[in-house]
């Protein structure tokens, strides 16, 4: 039975930072491909990053490039992301989902960017 399960967010200012890590068990993490998504309030789930089995192919959507850092860890069968001078149009909820995209995801964990 696949499990994701994130942790690490919280409320944090515009400029700040978090790490979010995503703990998989249920399946062969290390030869999947690993994404993070997010849902902002009211709007619809969309991809924010991915890495593939290898660490070598990494890709960020466009408003996170230079601010967050996908990576992954074998031994700990977890994925992170990194996330640098956050803001206000960063809150969300952010899940780690496993290939294909859509197949699994996490509860989500909360990030809330404000004053």
């Known amino acids: 039975q696949v499990q994701l399960v994130e942790s690490g967010g919280g409320l944090v200012q515009p400029g700040g930072s978090l790490k979010l890590s995503c703990v998989a068990s249920?399946?062969?993490?290390?030869?999947?491909?690993m994404y993070w998504v997010r849902q902002a309030p009211g709007k619809e789930l969309e991809w924010v990053a991915s890495?593939?089995?290898?660490?070598?192919?990494?890709e960020y959507q466009d408003s996170v490039k230079g601010r967050f850092t996908i990576s992954r860890d074998h031994e700990k069968n977890t994925l992170y992301r990194h996330m640098d001078n956050l803001k206000v149009e960063d809150t969300a909820v952010y899940y780690c989902?496993?290939?294909?995209?859509?197949?699994?995801r996490g509860q989500g964990t909360q990030v809330t960017v404000s004053t």
């Open positions: 989902e496993k290939s294909p995209v859509g197949s699994d």
């Open positions: 249920g399946f062969s993490f290390s030869i999947y491909y």
């Open positions: 890495i593939n089995p290898g660490s070598y192919n990494v």
